[in-house]
């Protein structure tokens, strides 16, 4: 069964990093926050809900999908990003319904599905 696009309210990037990449992660947070119409959330150093290291999240509405996204795959500078829409099924929004930049990470499925059934 195909699914309707407008079911997508938004989009999130999850940018990761460690330590030694803070920096880098650092100076692609400014440049979004200041050439795209994006949301920053908080700086995470260390692994939350499903992600398994430090990241920091960027919300941005579907219009702004066309330009915010090719600009992350060239510029992502070696980091790894899950790029996501939300549709309001955490679960296959994390998995079937995600792409990656970089390294595919492997999540924690099972923190989505218990939230999920709350």
Not at 85 to 102: F, I, M, N, R, Y
Request: hydrophobic residues 40%; aromatic residues 10%; proline residues 5%.
């Amino acid at each position: 069964m195909k699914q309707d696009t407008v079911v997508i309210t938004n989009f999130h990037a999850h940018i990761y990093y460690d330590t030694a990449s803070r920096d880098v992660a650092a100076r692609i947070r400014e440049e979004l926050g200041a050439g795209f119409d994006v949301q920053l959330g908080r700086w995470h150093d260390n692994p939350i809900g499903p992600h398994p290291k430090g990241m920091y999240q960027v919300a941005f509405l579907p219009d702004q999908f066309a330009k915010v996204v090719p600009w992350l795959m060239l510029n992502h500078q070696g980091l790894d990003i899950l790029i996501h829409p939300s549709t309001g099924d955490d679960v296959a929004d994390h998995t079937e319904h995600a792409l990656w930049l970089g390294e595919k990470l492997e999540l924690n499925i099972g923190f989505l599905r218990r939230i999920q059934t709350t």
